[in-house]
Each structure stands twice: as C-alpha cells, then as structure tokens.
C-alpha cells in the first residue's frame, strides 16, 4: 500500500516536497516512479527512482527542477519540485514496480491515491 502527501497550493517559482510512504516491508526492492494527471488526461511520467536510489529517470519538463530520491529506512521515496510552474498544476500518483527506473505505466503493480498540487501565477 502506498501513500503519496506533501501536495498543496504554491505560488510559482516555489517549492513543494511530495513524498511516497510504502507499507511493504519489501518496499526497498521496488522502483518507485512519480507520474501526474491533468483533468481529463492520461497520466503523464514524472520521474522515477531504482531500488537502491542509484538510478533515476526524468521527464524533459521537469529535469533540473525535480528530484527524485528514496530512503529505504523509512519506506519513503520524495519528490523535490522547485521552479515550480502553473503547468506543473496536476494530481501527482507515485507507484511501485518492478526494480529499475522505468517510465512504462505498465511496469508499475501499485499505486498511491494521488496529492494535488496547484501552482498559481
């Protein structure tokens, strides 16, 4: 079972840390990725992370303002958003898979409930 939180209103140009809470006790061998979802849109790829926090992967929109980091002690994966922007404005679902840093929704088995954030200009 996951938990996204951290979602919230922020102006643009500031920064909001989301974080995915697994209660699996095997949470450390999964790849987590972030993915968002516009109203009336398909999820889009975030950012995603491998089980060991090594490797990562970024979505075009986001690389160099987002980061994706895990802490397997606490069954938490973060998602650092700085330089937000109005279009970064979306539901933000992170989910498990399997170990490597994938962008595929397919690869992923598990999903959170999603945090909103709002970006405004």
């Known amino acids: 079972q996951l938990q996204a939180s951290g979602g919230g209103p922020v102006r643009a140009g500031g920064s909001l840390r989301l974080s995915c809470t697994g209660s699996?006790?095997?949470?450390?061998?999964?790849?987590i990725a972030w993915f968002r979802q516009y109203p009336g849109l398909e999820r889009d790829f975030v950012a995603s992370v491998g089980w060991s926090g090594e490797s990562t992967d970024y979505d075009d929109s986001v690389k160099g303002r987002f980061t994706i980091s895990r802490d397997n002690a606490k069954n938490t994966v973060y998602l650092q958003m700085n330089s937000l922007k109005p279009e970064d404005t979306a539901v933000y679902y992170c989910?498990?898979?399997?170990?490597?840093?994938?962008?595929?929704?397919?690869?992923?088995?598990?999903w959170g409930q999603g945090t909103l954030v709002t970006v405004s200009s």
């Open positions: 989910a498990a898979g399997r170990s490597s840093a994938y962008r595929q929704q397919q690869m992923y088995d598990y």
């Open positions: 699996a006790r095997s949470f450390g061998a999964y790849g």
